[in-house]
């Protein structure tokens, strides 16, 4: 567990994607209002693992149109609230309960085209409940999905030169 600043830590997994997302015309952006630097306190290599799943997931499971990526974060007194939200597909309502389970996919019919095996979104639940969180979804079919979660404030690091 460490502090670190999860805006860095963000738009390293947008460029981390950055080619793929520009080729299928998907904008990867922070909210208007998101503010510029936010610590966390948590496993950093499992938080990147977390947030490069959902990034994944919205550019896997986008619109052949223009999409939108956007991450937004609020500061409340002891949690950064962590938002990645998109316009993509959707997700259809009677499968949102069950999209944390392993292996557990909602088109079995794709699941060879998109790759991947059915664990993602199943890690994600395990590692933030492992940080005392858990993370929500809210979606819509045809409307894309919104995945909320929250991580301990942090702070910045305060280097005093003797």
Same mark, same amino acid.
């Given at each position: 567990?460490?502090?670190?600043?999860?805006?860095?830590?963000?738009?390293?997994?947008?460029?981390?994607?950055?080619?793929?997302?520009?080729?299928?015309?998907?904008?990867?952006?922070?909210?208007?209002?998101?503010?510029?630097?936010?610590?966390?306190?948590?496993?950093?290599?499992?938080?990147?693992?977390?947030?490069?799943?959902?990034?994944?997931?919205?550019?896997?499971?986008?619109?052949?149109?223009?999409?939108?990526?956007?991450?937004?974060?609020?500061?409340? *007194? $002891?949690?950064?609230?962590?938002?990645?939200?998109?316009?993509?597909?959707? @997700?259809? &309502?009677? !499968?949102?309960?069950? /999209?944390?389970?392993?292996?557990?996919?909602?088109?079995?019919?794709?699941?060879? *085209? $998109?790759?991947?095996?059915?664990?993602?979104?199943?890690?994600?639940?395990? @590692?933030? &409940?492992? !940080?005392?969180?858990? /993370?929500?979804?809210?979606?819509?079919?045809?409307?894309?999905?919104?995945?909320?979660? $929250?991580?301990?404030?942090?702070?910045?690091?305060?280097?005093?030169?003797?």
């Amino acid at each position: 567990m460490e502090n670190f600043n999860i805006n860095v830590l963000i738009q390293e997994v947008f460029d981390q994607f950055d080619s793929k997302a520009e080729k299928k015309d998907i904008e990867l952006k922070f909210a208007d209002d998101c503010p510029a630097d936010l610590y966390v306190y948590a496993d950093r290599h499992k938080i990147f693992q977390v947030v490069l799943n959902l990034v994944s997931n919205s550019i896997k499971y986008r619109k052949d149109i223009h999409t939108f990526i956007i991450a937004n974060l609020v500061e409340e *007194e $002891k949690n950064v609230e962590i938002t990645i939200r998109d316009n993509g597909i959707g @997700i259809p &309502e009677e !499968h949102i309960h069950r /999209i944390f389970e392993r292996f557990y996919r909602i088109d079995k019919s794709r699941s060879r *085209e $998109k790759g991947g095996t059915g664990l993602g979104l199943s890690i994600v639940k395990h @590692i933030l &409940e492992a !940080h005392h969180s858990h /993370i929500t979804v809210k979606s819509k079919l045809h409307e894309g999905a919104q995945f909320k979660f $929250k991580l301990k404030k942090g702070q910045a690091y305060n280097w005093v030169k003797d």
